[in-house]
T-cell receptor
């Protein structure tokens, strides 16, 4: 069964510092991977997705992620953190189950940006 | 372009009651999925609807049921509410074109069961 593991339930960085949020996946077939962001009391917003076209994926708000098959990883990075980046981030893998495709999410990483 | 909308935004019920949550998909989308997000956890897949039929179901009891209408909007019904059903319920819509059909989420309905 496909799954994702997010290492670190809480990450704190200073404003202007590098953001690195870790995600490792487990999949018996080539995965489709996603990063979503959730601001307080809101739904999920798609940041970026990997669909095998390119290993380095650029998303919104300056975020990017690199698919590394050898490491089964899809870590999310941003060169310089902004206060507005404070939110919860979810990594997800798209799983084909029966006739449907569903998302399986990690447990999330809460990002705090310190002034 | 209207995104995914959900109603109501908040709901308070008591144990044993029944609740109906509503979702309108993003314009042009034909598939609706429902997820439950308990506090401090990632969303868990409940089920997905396409062409007015349930295509796939996650590990949720039969108390959770749904419906999709001809205009692609959807309802999630939960019977005999338990305290543990308190969560944020998220609706996501997508257009099934290929294996990477991206799901777009609504703002959610916060259900509190007392």
């Amino acid at each position: 069964a496909q799954s994702v593991t997010q290492l670190g339930s809480h990450v704190s960085v200073s404003e202007g510092a590098l953001v690195l949020l870790r995600c490792n996946y487990s999949s018996s077939v080539p995965p489709y991977l996603f990063w979503y962001v959730q601001y307080p009391n809101q739904g999920l917003q798609l940041l970026l997705k990997y669909t095998s076209a390119a290993t380095l994926v650029k998303g919104i708000n300056g975020f990017e992620a690199e698919f590394k098959k050898s490491e089964t990883s899809f870590h999310l990075t941003k060169p310089s953190a902004h206060m507005s980046d404070a939110a919860e981030y979810f990594c997800a893998v798209s799983v084909h189950s029966g006739s449907a495709r569903q998302l399986t999410f990690g447990s999330g990483t809460q990002l705090t940006v310190l002034p | 372009d209207a995104g995914v909308t959900q109603s109501p935004t908040h709901l308070i019920k008591t144990r044993g009651q029944q609740v109906t949550l509503r979702c309108s998909p993003k314009s042009g989308h034909d598939t609706v999925s429902w997820y439950q997000q308990a506090l401090g956890q990632g969303p868990q897949f409940i089920f997905q609807y396409y062409e007015e039929e349930e295509r796939q179901r996650g590990n949720f009891p039969d108390r959770f049921s749904g419906h999709q209408f001809p205009n692609y909007s959807s309802e999630l019904n939960v019977n005999a509410l338990l305290l543990g059903d308190s969560a944020l319920y998220l609706c996501a819509s997508s257009l099934v074109l290929g294996p990477s059909d991206t799901q777009y989420f609504g703002p959610g309905t916060r259900l509190t069961v007392l």
